[in-house]
């Protein structure tokens, strides 16, 4: 018999690796925040003894969702901007917004508000792009969540730097500061090929290189974007990064919807990730990332949320189900994108592009103790046939119950264990209220500068 921290009894158990399996009537050990034991419940009663158990006969656990993109803090503006197109979007709402109301405080409530929101739609970790990394990095360590924190690069003075040099040697303090941290990494982040130079993109490669770590990047997000660069460089920006040296393995693109053959083929030889956001897509009328084209060259390809302010949620589980059937529609054939690959892109795609599918991803003896639990009796989500059916085309994230991450219990029955949410909705209300103020400011002003 042996003791572990955590035992879980659990109705099924999709572990991811191996592919295309559910175990039902399973266990899953804990010791030290990493999976011990994948056993029939049967057996795991004479072999494992839990200091805590659980017994979920009724729930079904899955490896921790990964979100591969989002940009945490802007939870803050979820609702400002609605239906408008990425650029108008971007420059006539967000940024001056943003230019407002950026500081410290901002990103820590943001972001707290934001890791709330994704522990309790069953996510583990989350790939983050946004200003004061440094402070997005401690919200996440404080309350336990796995993160890969951006160090973002643009050519334009913000709250958080005022040049290139500036981002790229702040981009070095904060990597340093979470060296080694055991749950929070570090990504390079210049923000797409229109906001960032040659030289500052160059740098930012030659550091993702020096640090070991990925470079993650906005790219291809438009078709008006490509024939900008087309018409200001006579370049495209696929061409232009190649050219610059970062289409290799290290670089995640995100949203990637204008891919051309040939753009295709490079990618896979390179080992290119691509973080596909289908609902930030087709909110904001991008495009579609071409899903099926990618799998067919094995080209690693995640989900991410992208921000709350163009998605409106953080909901991966959401996620999983749009890319499902958008690569159905799109492509005309059913098959496409069935469940299992689905959940593989919102798990083990994820961890792949964040180069920590040896931590995470999957449930898989020795890997860390990063799981969801999902109960499933609830008239929504019954009869039971086929589980992964359940989970991509018939749940939402309320079905979500449990969460660990490393093995450590943030979730527990929907209730967040390491957030006063009190304290997180009273802080919200106040942001909304300096926000609107913002918003009305600028409201006046634009109004008087037409007159
Ligand atoms: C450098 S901090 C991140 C920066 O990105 C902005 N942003 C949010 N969503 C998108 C998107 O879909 N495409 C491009 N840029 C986006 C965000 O507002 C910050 O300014
Ligand atoms: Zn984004």
């Not at 409530?109 to 890791?115: E, F, H, S, W, Y």
């Not at 050219?243 to 295709?264: F, K, M, P, W, Y």
Request: hydrophobic share 45%; with cysteine; net charge negative.
């Amino acid at each position: 018999m042996q003791h572990v921290d955590t035992l879980i009894y659990a109705g099924w158990i999709i572990p991811v690796v191996p592919e295309n399996v559910v175990y039902e009537q399973h266990a899953l050990a804990i010791q030290d925040g990493k999976i011990v034991g994948l056993l029939p419940n049967s057996e795991a009663v004479s072999r494992f003894s839990g200091r805590i158990t659980h017994r979920l006969p009724s729930h079904v656990l899955i490896p921790g969702l990964i979100n591969t993109h989002t940009h945490a803090a802007m939870s803050l503006l979820r609702g400002i901007a609605d239906d408008l197109p990425l650029q108008q979007w971007l420059q006539t709402r967000i940024w001056p917004v943003e230019q407002a109301c950026i500081t410290p405080e901002f990103v820590a409530d943001g972001t707290r508000l934001a890791v709330a929101e994704m522990l309790r739609s069953g996510v583990t970790c989350f790939n983050d792009m946004y200003f004061f990394p440094d402070v997005a990095g401690d919200v996440a360590a404080e309350v336990g969540i796995r993160a890969t924190i951006g160090l973002i690069v643009l050519d334009f003075p913000t709250a958080w730097a005022n040049q290139a040099s500036e981002y790229l040697s702040k981009a070095k303090d904060v990597y340093k500061k979470f060296q080694h941290h055991p749950l929070i990494r570090t990504a390079m982040a210049p923000h797409a090929p229109y906001t960032v130079s040659d030289n500052a993109l160059q740098e930012a490669s030659e550091l993702a290189e020096q640090f070991n770590i990925p470079l993650h990047i906005h790219v291809h997000e438009t078709i008006e974007e490509v024939e900008a660069a087309e018409k200001e460089f006579g370049e495209r920006p696929i061409s232009r990064l190649h050219r610059l040296g970062l289409i290799n393995s290290r670089l995640i693109a995100v949203h990637a919807t204008q891919l051309q053959n040939d753009e295709i083929k490079l990618f896979a030889r390179e080992g290119v990730k691509v973080a596909h956001c289908p609902e930030s897509n087709l909110k904001l009328a991008s495009g579609f990332c071409p899903v099926p084209k990618l799998s067919r060259v094995n080209i690693v390809t995640a989900l991410g949320t992208d921000g709350a302010a163009s998605n409106n949620d953080l909901d991966v589980l959401g996620e999983m189900r749009t890319a499902a059937l958008l690569a159905k529609g799109l492509s005309r054939d059913a098959s496409c994108v069935p469940a299992a690959e689905a959940l593989r892109m919102a798990t083990l795609n994820g961890a792949k592009a964040l180069g920590i599918d040896h931590i995470t991803g999957s449930l898989e003896i020795g890997k860390s103790a990063d799981i969801t639990a999902l109960d499933l009796n609830h008239l929504e989500s019954l009869p039971i046939y086929n589980i992964l059916s359940q989970l991509v085309y018939a749940i939402g994230r309320d079905k979500v119950s449990d969460v660990w991450v490393a093995g450590r219990h943030l979730l527990k029955a929907r209730v967040l264990t390491s957030i006063d949410i009190h304290e997180l909705q009273a802080k919200t209300w106040l942001w909304r209220e300096r926000i609107v103020k913002i918003l009305q400011k600028q409201a006046k002003e634009a109004a008087q500068s037409s007159e």
